[in-house]
């Protein structure tokens, strides 16, 4: 199974992630960020506008779910992906691409409403992050489009990241 943990920067997700592969027996974290940032270190860089999002470069939702795949097979277990996605073509393909290999996936979205998120993003670092800033707008749109409809949702802003962390743990139950 894949335990996917969706959502904005701020939300907790990396936080989070490491926390409920503590409470599932025989589970990994798979950074699925580190296959984008493979394709940044590609030189000459790639073409297309994946320059200022490695997502929207084709190869990166294939590879992501590759990879997945064939790590699920060598080790067997859960993997937990903690990665945003707020483009629905893109979820479509990874979740597709999933399928096709029998892969169970439950998708989690870690909610916190707009200032609580602005104020987590600008609370991490000394000079906020403007990339992070960015994504509350198009998290926005994406929550009430389409994401919050196809992930269950678990609402952080009063949680604290354990917290959290057990929703998930306890949705997904004990793992053969």
Same mark, same amino acid.
């Given at each position: 199974?894949?335990?996917?943990?969706? !959502?904005? %920067? +701020?939300? $907790?997700?990396?936080?989070?992630?490491?926390?409920?592969?503590?409470?599932?027996? +025989?589970?990994?974290?798979? =950074?699925? &960020?580190?296959? +984008? &940032?493979? /394709?940044? =270190?590609?030189?000459?860089?790639?073409?297309?506008? $994946?320059? &200022?999002?490695?997502?929207?470069?084709?190869?990166?939702?294939? @590879?992501?779910?590759?990879?997945?795949? %064939?790590?699920?097979?060598?080790? !067997? $277990?859960? @993997?937990?992906?903690?990665?945003?996605?707020?483009? &629905?073509?893109?979820?479509?393909?990874?979740?597709?691409?999933?399928?096709?290999?029998?892969?169970?996936?439950?998708?989690?979205?870690?909610?916190? =409403?707009q200032d609580t998120l602005r +104020?987590?993003?600008?609370?991490? %670092?000394?000079?906020?992050?403007?990339?992070?800033?960015?994504? /509350?707008?198009?998290?926005?749109?994406?929550?009430?489009?389409? /994401? %919050? =409809?196809?992930?269950?949702?678990?609402?952080?802003?009063? /949680?604290?990241?354990?917290?959290?962390?057990?929703?998930?743990?306890?949705?997904?139950?004990?793992?053969?």
């Amino acid at each position: 199974m894949i335990v996917w943990l969706n !959502g904005t %920067h +701020g939300a $907790g997700k990396t936080t989070t992630s490491a926390l409920v592969q503590q409470l599932i027996p +025989g589970s990994r974290v798979f =950074d699925a &960020e580190k296959v +984008g &940032e493979t /394709l940044m =270190d590609i030189t000459p860089g790639l073409p297309g506008p $994946g320059r &200022e999002n490695f997502q929207h470069w084709p190869p990166w939702r294939p @590879l992501v779910v590759e990879t997945a795949r %064939h790590v699920f097979d060598y080790a !067997g $277990g859960t @993997l937990v992906i903690p990665m945003t996605v707020l483009v &629905e073509q893109y979820w479509r393909e990874i979740s597709a691409g999933l399928a096709q290999h029998s892969i169970e996936v439950r998708h989690f979205v870690l909610h916190a =409403d707009q200032d609580t998120l602005r +104020g987590r993003i600008e609370g991490e %670092h000394a000079i906020p992050s403007p990339f992070r800033l960015a994504h /509350l707008a198009p998290y926005a749109e994406a929550a009430r489009t389409w /994401l %919050h =409809d196809a992930a269950e949702v678990v609402d952080t802003t009063h /949680l604290t990241p354990a917290e959290a962390a057990l929703r998930i743990a306890e949705a997904v139950g004990p793992r053969p």
